[in-house]
């Protein structure tokens, strides 16, 4: 009679039943601590791929640093002192413009001839009290705009406090007659002051200003005046012109100097002067210094 029993297969060796054993058991110990046995919750193959990734260089390691050329470090030095340099000077100007440190408190005045210092003075109170630096010549020069024997200043800042003040006066060459008054003009025919003594005044004498004798002749005779070496100036008496082509000088020894017109002043004070100081012939005396030819000069 057959039998009804099933046969009984292992699915393992021993080893492989230990290890389920084993396996049991850490599913048990796992039930009981509460986990799942069938998660996986460590891997070995994560502290291999930190390893392999701190050996593999990143991005920013790839960048090498290099030394800034000598050259540029150089110029941006020079650049920054320079700037430095540049913003001091800046500073010590502005001081010196605003300070009251350096506000002028002297005027000194050299040059004047026909003015005195302290009339020059006078007029210049006003800067009294402002800083050097901002005094200029143009400034100076209205001020003083009411002396007309003043042609043109410069000035001079000596710090802390003084100032000076270089005059150049218009230069008198005659002295123009008007009735019992003799004024004493420029070659402009500016009045510079008067006298009723024309013998303290070594200087000629023109019979009627511009208005008398015209201001082309007028200007024709101070032009000539002007050119003349001052020792020579000294030695006129009077100027005439009977055209601006004509004009005659007389010194005072009664001689008559030709001049006629404008043209080659320079060269004809120049012979003027060397005739003069020629000797003189007691037998043949001198009447008249023609000179209006100043390359063939007459005397007779």
């Known amino acids: 009679m057959a039998s009804t029993r099933r046969p009984t297969y292992k699915t393992g060796s021993p080893g492989t039943q230990g290890k ?6 850490a599913q048990e110990k796992s039930h009981q601590g509460g986990g799942r046995a069938d998660v996986i919750s460590a891997s070995k193959a994560a502290p291999a791929a930190a390893a392999a990734g701190a050996s593999r260089p990143s991005a920013t390691d790839n960048v090498l640093s290099f030394p800034e050329p000598k050259g540029r470090r150089i110029r941006r030095n020079i650049i920054l002192a320079a700037c430095i340099v540049a913003a001091l000077v800046a500073g010590l100007l502005a001081a010196a413009v605003y300070s009251p440190l350096f506000a002028i408190q002297t005027v000194s005045v050299d040059g004047t001839k026909m003015l005195t210092p302290g009339q020059v003075q006078e007029m210049l109170k006003p800067l009294h009290g402002k800083p050097l630096p901002q005094v200029n010549d143009d400034e100076v020069k209205q001020l003083l705009q009411p002396l007309v024997q003043v042609k043109d200043v410069t000035t001079e800042a000596r ?3 003084v100032l000076v003040v270089h005059i150049h ?15 004493l003009v ?3 025919g500016v009045q510079l002051g008067t006298t009723q003594d024309p013998g303290s005044i070594q200087l000629p004498v023109i019979d009627g200003g511009a208005g008398v004798i015209g201001r082309d002749l007028f200007k024709a005779i101070t032009g000539v005046l002007a050119a003349l070496p001052a020792d020579v ?6 100027a005439s012109a009977k055209s601006v082509d004509a ?12 001049w006629g017109n404008a043209g080659e002043k320079e060269l004809k004070a120049k012979v003027l002067a060397a005739l003069l100081k020629a000797p003189a012939d007691p037998k043949n005396p001198v ?8 390359r063939h000069p007459v005397t007779r």
Do not use: C, H, N
């Open 287 to 294: 009447q008249v210094y023609d000179v209006s030819v100043p």
């Open 159 to 161: 710090p802390p406090s």
């Open 169 to 183: 006066e218009r230069t008198p060459v005659a002295l123009v007659k008007q009735g019992e008054v003799f004024q």
């Open 247 to 258: 004009v005659e000088l007389k010194l005072v020894d009664g001689q008559t100097i030709v």
């Open 186 to 188: 420029d070659v402009d």
């Open 233 to 238: 100036l000294a030695r006129l008496s009077d």
């Open 20 to 25: 389920s054993a084993q396996g049991k058991s």
